[in-house]
């Protein structure tokens, strides 16, 4: 079974462009969620879809953006890049286990993102 | 206060030890709570999730959780070089089940 993919998996931008990241889940899982993992702040989340329907938003700016299409595939966007945007990119897909119905997270391999 | 705080360690431990790992968390309504490991450059992969009271086991791995005091552990038995990396605990904050809260992780360090 194929895991979480996410490309590309590197990438280098300058302040004031923007970035889209892609992530595609494992098959049947059909909630995809996006985290943010810096050295001073950690794993962050920053938003979780379900259905190409956003459930959750965590706190950040509004230059953050994403979206899920009908096959369960996500792209989150990132606008305006600032240095501080710099960092790994993880994305989860989950799916309710059997223990409290508590979905678990499987992780892709992140994009690591680098602003100059 | 953070919503989930670890110490960062480095937790420093012999080959064969036990090691304990602990994680305390603010939210007193959180259901279900989750360990995942992260080697240096790698994604965080699970180890363990736990949602009642109590211990659970598996294989060299043992999570602790006890939410009147709002405190989840995670001990390693026979701890390997291997078991090097950073523990992270996390947390389904009560009004969400589809996010984490992660602690900011503490590292294991295994000496041979």
């Known amino acids: 079974k194929a895991g979480v993919t996410q490309t590309p998996r590197y990438l280098i931008k300058t302040r004031g462009q923007q970035v889209t990241l892609s992530c595609s889940p494992i098959s049947g899982h059909r909630s995809v969620s996006w985290y943010q993992q810096t050295p001073g702040q950690g794993l962050q989340f920053l938003f979780e879809y379900f259905s190409e329907t956003q459930r959750n938003k965590g706190n950040f700016p509004g230059r953050f953006s994403g979206r899920q299409f009908s096959n369960s595939r996500s792209e989150m966007n990132v606008s305006t890049l600032e240095l501080g945007d710099s960092a790994l990119y993880l994305c989860a897909s989950s799916s309710p286990t059997g223990d409290s119905g508590a979905n678990v997270l499987t992780f892709g391999a992140g994009s690591r993102l680098t602003v100059l | ?112």
Not at chain 2, 4 to 23: K, R
Not at chain 2, 58 to 63: I, L
Not at chain 2, 68 to 74: E, G, N, P, R, T
Not at chain 2, 100 to 106: A, E, K, N, Q, W
């Open chain 2, 1 to 112: 206060q953070k919503e989930v705080e670890q110490n960062s360690g480095p937790l420093s431990v012999p080959e064969g030890a036990i090691a304990s790992l602990n994680c305390t968390y603010s939210d007193r309504g959180s259901q279900s709570f989750f360990w995942y490991r992260q080697y240096s450059g790698k994604s965080p992969e699970l180890i363990m999730s736990i949602y009642s009271n109590g211990d659970k086991e598996d294989g060299r791995f043992t999570a602790q959780l006890n939410k009147a005091s709002q405190y989840v552990s995670l001990l390693i038995r026979d701890s390997q070089p291997s078991d090097s990396a950073t523990y992270l605990c996390a947390v389904n904050p009560w009004d969400s089940s589809y996010k984490l809260i992660f602690g900011s992780g503490t590292r294991l360090l295994v000496r041979p």
